[in-house]
């Protein structure tokens, strides 16, 4: 009701009788920006936070009032300890001195109670500090859009945070904030662009369709906000995407303004601002239809074809391939998780769309723990998931070769991974095609496997090398691109040099010793009984071997 009274009203409607925000609210005197892309100036954004771990910045997110931070859900996976994080207001740049900065350490991690980690529906959390903060010029909070805002197509947003510049690029040094201004994608043409990705009424989307600018990895939980008069409003939460500031593919926000309720039932005592928004923009979205996906589904983007596949995800962001190795573990290399061995941080994604697009089979899973191989020292990673998956035609175990099959120089394989082959990640699994050949002198040919030079990506570490015989796919390498084998990554897959992968055969002890010495923890699952857990086991490492009797 609220759009159609006149904004003065709306704000004496809101403000009577509670001690809230609006009279601070998304005030930045200090703020000039007319363009985006670069760095913001000292005091742009007052209600920018940065949230860090032990290991550093890891999201964002706004404060919106003296005692509460606005952040995403996603950026706190399972039940995390609130005095682990820090939160900085005031903050300029990551490594520089802020004389404007301010800290608090954080009580209580509030996630909303219907966040959906598989889709990021409700991706919304809230952070209680542990004592009030006072505000300055350079620590204000941010209006929130109220219930029933809307936000129109082409309406001009500006996101914030300290994320990287591209896919697997971060922000170089110093790490000054940055700003970037998105117009709004309806939500009926941004569920199109994402093949119907699932884009709920809990979300907003916001991008150049010809790419070039968006939000990233380490933004997530931070603000996108919209100016109305001299005030500034929240409208979004930095939540997912596919890759970052790809054409087609804009950024999805947590929608603020479905929020009010949940929000003010926690800030009570000092609430956060609310106020109405009206987009000046046209409604256009409802005439979007959607066109057929055929062009992007089917071929070689047959999903199905590698039931396998795993996405390890760090704090909801894709960071390396894996595969499903038996129905508790999956398969990657040690060094996807150089950035943090928390496993608190990680999830599981597996079962990814039907070859033709037609509805959404991912299951996310969370991770109990992460066991290497330290003797051997062969970079090879099993993740303990914390509950089994059903197994499907779109979730099954990948076949390893622990046999010592003959697959050598001249074999056709293939490799699987999310990299276009261009260096841009894309939301739909690739093959690509290669064959093996003999690594040299450089590698040792025992533990390694090498083939033909192909263009992969960090996003690709784990990938599997994929060989076929008797008609079964056998695992027979693992892309490391960051071994420790002396190997050179920045000459890793070029012209001179083959693409080098961790070779199965060596690891059999450490992969059989490890999965059925975790048989008791199997027994108890309530998917399996003992005995066909012992069958899947035994298939998923000797499968077919009697054809090779």
């Not at 954004?45 to 949230?51: E, M, N, T, V």
């Not at 916001?206 to 997530?220: T, V």
């Not at 790809?246 to 929000?263: E, T």
């Not at 996807?336 to 999830?347: D, G, I, K, L, V």
Request: charged share 10%.
């Amino acid at each position: 009701m609220f759009r159609e009274l006149p904004f003065f009203f709306v704000i004496t409607f809101l403000t009577k009788g509670c001690d809230c925000q609006l009279d601070v609210c998304g005030r930045a005197p200090l703020n000039t920006r007319i363009v985006g892309g670069q760095n913001a100036p000292d005091g742009a954004w007052p209600w920018q936070a940065s949230l860090h771990n032990v290991h550093g910045h890891f999201c964002g997110g706004s404060l919106i009032n003296k005692e509460w931070i606005l952040t995403a859900a996603h950026c706190f996976p399972g039940n995390p300890d609130p005095s682990a994080f820090t939160v900085y207001l005031g903050r300029e740049s990551q490594e520089q001195s802020n004389l404007n900065e301010v800290s608090r350490s954080v009580s209580q991690v509030i996630t909303h109670p219907q966040y959906d980690e598989s889709t990021h529906d409700n991706d919304m959390s809230l952070l209680h500090l542990s004592s009030p903060v006072n505000f300055t010029a350079y620590v204000k909070p941010v209006c929130l859009a109220a219930e029933g805002s809307t936000f129109n197509n082409g309406s001009d947003m500006w996101v914030t945070g300290w994320g990287d510049i591209s896919s697997s690029v971060s922000l170089p040094s110093p790490q000054n904030l940055q700003d970037v201004r998105v117009p709004v994608v309806g939500n009926r043409q941004c569920d199109c662009l994402y093949r119907n990705a699932q884009i709920t009424d809990n979300m907003m989307c916001a991008g150049l369709l010809e790419g070039g600018k968006d939000s990233c990895q380490g933004d997530s939980g931070g603000p996108m906000v919209i100016k109305q008069g001299s005030v500034w409003i929240q409208a979004g939460v930095v939540s997912w995407g596919y890759g970052c500031a790809l054409p087609q593919y804009p950024g999805v926000y947590a929608r603020v303004s479905n929020y009010q309720s949940w929000i003010s039932g926690y800030t009570t005592t000092n609430e956060a601002g609310f106020i109405s928004f009206t987009s000046s923009f046209p409604e256009e979205d409802e005439n979007v239809t959607c066109s057929t996906p055929a062009k992007l589904c089917g071929g070689n983007n047959n999903r199905s074809v590698w039931p396998w596949m795993a996405s390890l995800k760090y704090y909801g962001e894709h960071a390396c391939i894996g595969t499903l190795v038996s129905p508790y573990f999956v398969m990657t290399t040690a060094s996807c998780f150089s950035r943090s061995m928390n496993q608190y941080a990680w999830t599981v994604v597996l079962g990814f769309d039907p070859w033709d697009c037609s509805n959404s089979l991912e299951v996310s899973v969370g991770v109990a723990n992460i066991i290497y191989d330290f003797p051997a020292g062969n970079n090879v990673a099993l993740v303990e998931l914390t509950s089994p998956p059903i197994l499907s035609d779109y979730i099954d175990l990948v076949t390893v070769d622990i046999y010592n099959l003959h697959f050598g120089p001249g074999t056709q394989c293939t490799v699987v991974g999310w990299n276009s082959g261009n260096g841009t990640s894309v939301p739909f699994l690739q093959e690509f095609q290669t064959s093996i050949v003999d690594c040299g002198l450089s590698n040792d040919s025992s533990i390694h496997t090498c083939t033909e030079p192909l263009s992969l990506q960090q996003d690709d570490e784990g990938s599997p090398l994929l060989c076929k015989m008797d008609g079964t796919w056998f695992q027979t390498g693992l892309l490391s691109l960051n071994h420790s084998s002396g190997f050179n990554p920045q000459s890793n897959g070029t012209a001179d040099h083959p693409q080098v992968f961790i070779r199965i055969t060596p690891i059999n002890s450490f992969l059989t010793d490890t999965l059925f010495n975790v048989m008791t923890i199997f027994s108890g699952a309530k998917s399996y009984s003992p005995l066909s857990l012992i069958c899947i086991l035994l298939l998923s490492l000797s499968a077919h071997l009697q054809a090779f009797y």
